[in-house]
């Protein structure tokens, strides 16, 4: 750990390799033929520590008490800068709702510069919030308390389900207002300002490529993916046509990996455009992102995006893809051969068919996952979650319950019962919590979940595992606390009135969100129903 906040020491590859735009002032601008554009954090009135994540600190050699100090609120901030810091945006371009956007840019991410820590590990610091820079179009570069509390608890809460995601340093109140229109309806209200300090391996986005590309600067373009290679995929050796090919594969899987841990979880992102598209995988821009409450694959949080639903919880795998297939454009020139592309991202389709059947056979339990058998019941089960409205992170949790091998009609032991004289209600009892209007169940639906729950608890009973093996192994992927949206808003609301107690709360809960924890019923609840509706809860706009 180091002593205090001035040793920390950066190694900034990312600036030191590649080119940067010679003008220095943040005007707004196209950046060309430069991966970046120096410029400083906006200086802020009174900073003050809201929360920071002590795991993140450790990852940075940084101790609970140099988080806990002055200097820490005044560099995360943006206020101070450490010695050899080296603070800049970058530039890309991107896809939004299916469209080309030309540059973008981190227009309000001001990049600190990288630390190597005591393990070797890299790390990239970065501001969001931090004022304006070159790319931020027309926008003030700035973000408000209720985006940043979201980002900041979302990344962290991701981290600890075992998702790939950026992480989250610190979140700083600036002590200014910020405007903002939170549904683009005329109506602007004053917010208190945030700054959070994101932390992941890389920032590189689909849409850094494309850029490139689209302005047809082949030349860094190439320069962009080799040192891409050379730091993110170092694994992989010295670029070549080959060494693309088995780079754009990987970042295929990453993405497919991705998307099935936010399958597995219930999250919905809700702006995957290509700017939003990690090249490593990770879970980035938490913007209008939502988590399930009861199942339905055509949810979307974002309101932005309500027309088309694009980014639609059962639509992510698909947006992957075509978010791929982008990149694959954008790279084409260093590879100037469609076959092996296609093939690559063909393979994509047929592994999300695959490996969702095996996530959700983990999620049920099941040693292995047979598709002749599996596959059914799975899609069953999905029909099953729609016939009421269902609390997926409830059901999941509460399946883990059933004990098959007190019900297995298949089994020998002369204590048990036969299964199908079970009763509809007795093989619900178990779930009943999961359903939002348990009283409107009728005796269709019930039949119809009964009917599945038998299935379930015969092909439990195929796999030699106890009861106890299947329920801990089910409960380590069926998270029992996640961050609910109401849970995240109620947070909001109690910081915005300067209590910040519910946002380290919650990171406190969600640091264990597989582990039963006395005295947090209340953080695994069903959304109540004045949340149904309300703004924050369950409806979100790219306004933050
Ligand atoms: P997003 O939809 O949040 O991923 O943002 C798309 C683009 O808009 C990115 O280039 C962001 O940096 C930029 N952007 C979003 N909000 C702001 C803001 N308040 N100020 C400047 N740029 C912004
Ligand atoms: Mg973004």
Redesign the pocket.
């Known amino acids: 750990m180091l002593k205090s906040l001035d040793e920390m020491q950066f190694d900034n590859r990312f600036t030191r390799d590649l080119p940067a735009d010679p003008d220095t002032s943040n005007r707004r601008r196209e950046v060309l033929g430069a991966c970046f554009a120096r410029v400083s954090p906006t200086h802020v009135k009174s900073p003050s520590l809201v929360a920071y994540a002590r795991e993140v600190g450790e990852e940075l050699d940084l101790s609970p008490k140099i988080c806990e100090s002055s200097a820490f609120v005044d560099v995360f901030s943006g206020n101070s800068l450490l010695a050899n810091m080296e603070p800049y945006a970058t530039c890309y371009g991107g896809h939004q709702f299916g469209n080309w956007a030309g540059q973008?840019?981190?227009?309000?991410?001001i990049n600190l510069g990288e630390i190597v820590n005591r393990e070797g590990k890299r790390w990239a610091l970065q501001l969001k919030g931090a004022g304006?820079t070159p790319?931020?179009?027309s926008?003030?570069?700035?973000?408000v308390l209720r985006s940043s509390v979201r980002e900041f608890l979302c990344s962290e809460a991701m981290y600890h389900l075992g998702v790939p995601t950026t992480r989250a340093l610190s979140l700083m109140l600036t002590g200014e207002q910020v405007v903002r229109e939170m549904f683009y309806d005329g109506n602007a209200q004053p917010e208190p300002g945030a700054v959070v300090c994101r932390v992941a391996p890389s920032f590189t986005r689909f849409g850094t490529f494309q850029i490139f590309s689209a302005r047809g600067d082949i030349a860094l373009l190439r320069q962009f993916v080799d040192y891409t290679i050379g730091t993110d995929f170092p694994h992989l050796g010295n670029p070549s046509k080959a060494v693309y090919l088995e780079w754009f594969e990987e970042v295929c899987q990453k993405t497919l990996t991705m998307v099935l841990h936010w399958e597995r979880v219930g999250f919905v992102h809700g702006?995957m455009?290509t700017?939003?598209m990690s090249i490593l995988g990770l879970t980035i821009?938490y913007?209008p992102y939502g988590w399930l409450e009861d199942y339905d694959p055509n949810w979307t949080p974002n309101t932005t995006d309500a027309g088309g639903r694009r980014y639609r919880f059962g639509n992510q795998a698909e947006v992957g893809l075509w978010n791929l297939i982008q990149l694959a454009q954008g790279i084409y020139p260093l590879i100037e051969e469609a076959e092996p592309l296609e093939k690559i991202l063909e393979n994509y389709k047929k592994e999300h068919v695959i490996k969702q059947g095996q996530m959700m056979a983990v999620k049920l339990g099941l040693t292995q996952y047979e598709s002749v058998t599996d596959a059914p019941l799975i899609e069953e089960l999905l029909q099953v979650l729609q016939v009421a409205e269902t609390d997926m992170t409830i059901f999941f949790r509460n399946l883990a319950n059933i004990n098959a091998h007190d019900l297995g009609s298949e089994n020998q032991d002369s204590q048990k019962t036969d299964l199908e004289d079970q009763s509809d209600e007795f093989l619900l009892a178990p779930l009943m919590e999961a359903y939002y209007h348990p009283d409107a169940l009728g005796t269709k639906e019930k039949s119809r979940i009964a009917h599945w729950l038998r299935q379930y608890i015969n092909r439990l009973n195929q796999d030699d595992v106890s009861h106890e093996d299947k329920y801990n192994s089910m409960n380590a992927v069926n998270p029992k606390y996640v961050l609910r949206n109401y849970l995240a808003q109620l947070a909001i609301d109690k910081s915005e009135q300067g209590d910040h107690s519910m946002v380290n709360e919650l990171l406190e809960v969600l640091r264990k969100p597989y582990e039963e924890q006395e005295g947090k019923a209340s953080f695994a609840e069903k959304r109540p129903e004045w949340a149904r509706n309300r703004a924050g809860c369950s409806m979100l706009s790219?306004s933050?």
């Open positions: 973008l840019g981190d227009g309000r991410a304006p790319f931020s179009r926008a003030d570069g700035l973000a702006v455009n700017d939003n821009d913007g790219c933050s």
